[in-house]
């Protein structure tokens, strides 16, 4: 009965690197969540996606953020020429249906930009 | 644009006495609501919603009460456990809506 993985847990980059968060949605599960947690801050949206599909992504940045859930395959969230503003917790949330009231969080992806 | 306020940012409480969380919002669309837990280096968990038809839910130790006119909720958890000691996030979404809103969340501590 695995829950929803992220994978790393921890991740160094420095700036100008590319960084790939990857999550795999519990069993059962073809809606994936993003959000991304500032310190000291709330989850903040970035981005929904079914299979193959982005369903909203009104919360990602315009630039160097992007997201795919693959047919196959976890989801994977894609920072290209990371800067230090981007250091903050990750986390991937899935649930069976996208109008279900309870989305399950994976245990995030801690990243740090130097 | 905070849609979703938790003005406190923490809350110191006695074991066994009654912890009430807070949570207040801006948007009238706003129809489901949510209280999430989390610990260190965890994801949040779900802990107990509220539905903008009713005005109180309640299971277990948690209840949640719901006051509309006020755009105002509050999360109460009684009797108090040095386990329930986490960050608790108040969340907000509306029917049809994808996305839901978190509040920047209240870190309780529960004092044995």
């Known amino acids: 009965n695995a829950g929803v993985m992220q994978n790393p847990r921890h991740l160094v980059r420095r700036r100008g690197q590319e960084a790939r968060l990857r999550c795999s949605p519990m069993?059962?599960?073809?809606?994936v969540y993003w959000y991304r947690q500032l310190p000291e801050e709330g989850l903040k949206f970035m981005v929904y996606?079914?299979?193959?599909?982005?369903?909203?992504e009104s919360g990602m940045p315009k630039e160097r953020f992007s997201a795919e859930f693959p047919k196959e395959g976890p989801s994977i969230l894609r920072i290209q020429q990371v800067v230090r503003g981007d250091s903050a917790a990750y986390f991937c949330?899935?649930?069976?249906?996208?109008?279900?009231?309870?989305?399950?969080f994976g245990p995030g992806t801690r990243l740090t930009v130097l | 644009d905070q849609q979703v306020k938790q003005n406190s940012p923490s809350l110191s409480v006695q074991e066994g006495r009654i912890s009430i969380l807070n949570c207040d919002y801006t948007n009238s669309m706003f129809d489901y609501f949510l209280w999430y837990k989390k610990y260190p280096a965890e994801g949040p968990t779900f802990l107990i919603s509220?539905?903008?038809?009713?005005d109180k839910n309640e299971d277990g130790r948690f209840t949640v009460f719901l006051n509309k006119s006020a755009k105002h909720l509050s999360l109460h958890i009684v009797p108090s456990q040095p386990g329930d000691s986490a960050v608790y996030f108040c969340?907000?979404?509306?029917?049809?809506?994808?996305?839901?809103?978190f509040g920047a969340g209240t870190r309780l501590f529960v004092k044995a």
């Open positions: 996606l079914q299979k193959e599909n982005i369903i909203d």
């Open positions: 969340a907000a979404r509306n029917t049809g809506g994808f996305k839901t809103i």
């Open positions: 949330a899935s649930s069976p249906d996208g109008i279900t009231d309870t989305q399950y």
């Open positions: 069993k059962g599960h073809s809606h």
């Open positions: 509220i539905s903008s038809i009713k």
